[in-house]
């Protein structure tokens, strides 16, 4: 695929590793589900890392960024495969920053919360990711024409100054 995008395109300057799957749920995840995480949600960086690093170490620049998630700074309560996968993601990418970041490759690693797509709700009562929800659809926000008025009850919510410090005295 880069070989495919330098010949059309030319060199690669800019790279987003975005791949990402939920994986199976804690210690029953098999050897082919860790498998398939490892290769999906770490190995993609790796091998386009591979492919693109030395290009940009002969020109002197290039951008990797990568996306893992929160679940890669915290944990991912469910999924091991997905959460030990994300943190090596991480991991990966301070790596080549480290690196090889004084010599013009630049790297960002983007962890974002729960996005809502079919992949943040595959560990619930969704089914596969690929299929439609099974659930009955969440209730409309609530607006503010349909939320009823609160009153403040004195003292709350309000910003309280704190004192200021006594001026210093001259000796």
């Not at 944990?75 to 997905?82: C, F, L, P, R």
């Not at 209730?139 to 309000?158: A, F, H, I, L, Q």
């Amino acid at each position: 695929m880069v070989d495919l995008a330098e010949s059309t395109f030319g060199p690669v300057d800019l790279y987003f590793a975005n791949a990402g799957i939920a994986g199976a749920p804690g210690l029953d995840a098999s050897e082919q589900d860790w498998d398939h995480s490892i290769d999906v949600n770490l190995r993609a960086h790796i091998r386009a890392a591979r492919l693109l690093v030395p290009g940009w170490l002969e020109r002197g620049e290039g951008y990797f960024v990568s996306t893992a998630s929160a679940a890669g700074l915290l944990t991912q309560i469910g999924s091991a495969t997905y959460a030990v996968t994300k943190h090596a993601a991480v991991a990966f990418a301070e790596w080549l920053s480290v690196t090889y970041g004084d010599r013009g490759v630049r790297v960002s690693c983007l962890c974002p919360m729960g996005v809502n797509t079919k992949l943040l709700y595959s560990g619930e009562d969704w089914g596969t990711p690929w299929e439609e929800p099974r659930r009955e659809p969440s209730p409309p926000p609530v607006t503010s024409s349909s939320r009823p008025s609160r009153r403040r009850r004195p003292g709350r919510n309000r910003r309280r100054a704190l004192p200021r410090p006594a001026a210093r005295r001259r000796s």
